[in-house]
Structure formats: structure tokens, C-alpha cells
Nanobody
Framework: VQLVESGGGSVQPGGTLRLACTQSIRKYCTAWFRQVPGKERELVASMRTSTPITAYYADSVKGRFTVSQDLDKGAVSLQMNNLQPEDTAMYYC????????????????WGQGTQVTVS
């Protein structure tokens, strides 16, 4: 299974970006993590794309980020609105079978990451 992230970049505070995670073989749960140097990778949002369809958001991004499926592209996207400097990080897509979980170790497949910079 290959995961490929796209859509990162640099924006000013208050700006928007949309990340996409394309999967070679679609898994039931896709999650977005982020990491800044010197800190642990943290879960930002996740989405189970099979019934029951559920989504999870970290408190720090609730109301600003939205995860969704793009069935035509076979991708799971992360719409990020009202970006703030504290959102600056490398963003990683991860996937697993079954229900979504909260820990890094529960995810079997990872992308290479895409940088998001807000300044």
C-alpha cells in the first residue's frame, strides 16, 4: 500500500490549504498526523471511510479542519481553514484496516509527509 500526500505549502495566518492523501489500495481508516522538530507526532484528524463513517478531530483543529473523501480521486482530503502559525508542521497521512485509532503504532501505512508553513 502506497500513500502519497500532496497540497502542502506556505500561507499567511488565516489562510487555507487542502491536503490530499492518495492510496494505492484504499483502507478503511485514513488519518492525518503532524510533527514539528523535537516533538512527538500527533493525531490531527481521522476518517473511517466505510460504514459506519466517522470522523475525529483534535481539539486544536476542531471547527477549522475538515476531513473528507474524494471518491473520484481515491483520496482522503484535509481541508485546513484559518491556519495559524502553530499549525506549522510536517503533515503525514496514515492508514489502517478497521476502525480508526489514536496511536501512531496502530497505523500500518504511512506517507512521506508534506510540509505546511504558516507565517
Amino acid at each position: 500500500v502506497q500513500l502519497v500526500e500532496s497540497g502542502g505549502g506556505s500561507v499567511q495566518p488565516g489562510g487555507t490549504l487542502r491536503l490530499a492523501c492518495t492510496q494505492s489500495i484504499r483502507k478503511y481508516c485514513t488519518a492525518w498526523f503532524r510533527q514539528v522538530p523535537g516533538k512527538e507526532r500527533e493525531l490531527v484528524a481521522s476518517m473511517r471511510t466505510s460504514t459506519p463513517i466517522t470522523a475525529y478531530y483534535a481539539d486544536s483543529v476542531k471547527g477549522r479542519f475538515t476531513v473528507s473523501q474524494d471518491l473520484d480521486k481515491g483520496a482522503v482530503s484535509l481541508q485546513m481553514n484559518n491556519l495559524q502559525p502553530e499549525d506549522t508542521a510536517m503533515y503525514y497521512c496514515a492508514a489502517r484496516q478497521g476502525y480508526c485509532q489514536y496511536k501512531l503504532r496502530d497505523y500500518d501505512y504511512w506517507g512521506q509527509g508534506t510540509q505546511v508553513t504558516v507565517s
